[in-house]
């Protein structure tokens, strides 16, 4: 049990940061506030990385 509290507290606390991220009405991030909000979250990501991942997801229909 103490592990579902767990993932539910980091669910909730990413929910908060993506959520706050957000600037508009749209409840969406352009691929640049994506990269910055993941080099926030872990600084020794890179752009490229973050970008390519994006890319993969966008072919995957993972993401609109």
Do not use: P
Not at 9 to 14: E, G, R, Y
Not at 28 to 45: G, H, I, S, Y
């Amino acid at each position: 049990m103490q592990s579902t509290k767990f993932l539910d507290t980091c669910a909730s606390w990413l929910n908060e940061v993506f959520t706050s991220a957000v600037h508009d009405e749209s409840n969406t991030l352009a691929d640049q506030e994506v990269v910055r909000l993941m080099q926030k979250l872990n600084n020794n990501v890179t752009a490229a990385r973050i970008l390519n991942k994006l890319k993969v997801m966008l072919t995957q229909g993972m993401i609109a």
